[in-house]
């Protein structure tokens, strides 16, 4: 599978990218320990080359940069863009967390990945 975008995910990005004068950057995410939830998403816009042991995907004219390991958390996910009273984020939408945390940004897997939590934590069952 892949990490892909949203439409509106792929729109914002490029115009981030126009506005940062990086029209040939791609989208780097990862996923790092740390967090609420035990695990926590990063997201950059990398306009290096990719690094060795890199996937690369293409959507709507933006690269996407994903390390294996990373992938292997995250294969399936969707980038998204969303508004909200606070403003507008790229949020992850990852079928393959079984809980997050309510600052959106952590998460935890089947295999137990994660731990820790602020009391704000929701899991999926």
């Known amino acids: 599978m892949a990490i892909t975008l949203t439409t509106r995910a792929a729109c914002e990005l490029k115009d981030l990218m126009v506005a940062e004068a990086k029209t040939t950057a791609a989208l780097r995410v990862w996923v790092s320990g740390g ?5 926590q998403y990063g997201m950059a816009i990398d306009d290096g080359a990719p690094e060795a042991g890199d996937q690369v995907f293409e959507q709507e004219g933006v690269k996407i940069y ?11 996910a969707s980038v998204d863009f ?41 899991s999926r069952g």
Do not use: H, R, W
């Not at 967090?35 to 695990?39: I, V």
């Not at 390991?69 to 995250?74: H, I, P, Q, V």
């Not at 507008?88 to 295999?111: L, Y």
């Open 35 to 39: 967090g609420c939830s035990g695990l």
């Open 66 to 76: 994903i390390d294996e390991l990373s992938l292997g958390y995250m294969d399936g």
């Open 82 to 122: 969303v508004e909200d009273n606070l403003g507008g984020g790229f949020k992850i939408e990852n079928p393959n967390a079984v809980g997050g945390c309510g600052c959106g940004s952590s998460f935890k897997t089947e295999e137990g990945q994660g731990g820790g939590g602020c009391g704000s934590c929701s």
